[in-house]
């Protein structure tokens, strides 16, 4: 199993999930609005590291950044 510190609060975890919905959605149903598969690709690539971030409750950016949002005990 992976051994990663967490650093995303539920909030943050929540909004990553419905962003992350929401635009795959968008991409799978209304695809053909968008017209460029260029932009449409890079959407789905923001949603799907969204949702994993959603799911594991860690972003390698807030990594990089040395950023946390949850609490520190």
Not at 11 to 39: K, M, N, P, T
């Amino acid at each position: 199993m992976l051994n990663i510190k967490h650093n995303l609060c539920a909030l943050d975890r929540a909004l990553r999930g419905i962003i992350a919905i929401a635009l795959l959605s968008y991409v799978i149903f209304f695809g053909e609005q968008i017209g460029d598969v260029l932009l449409q690709a890079a959407i789905l690539i923001f949603a799907v590291l969204n949702l994993i971030s959603f799911f594991l409750g860690w972003c390698p950016v807030y990594q990089v950044a040395n950023i946390s949002t949850c609490r520190k005990k």
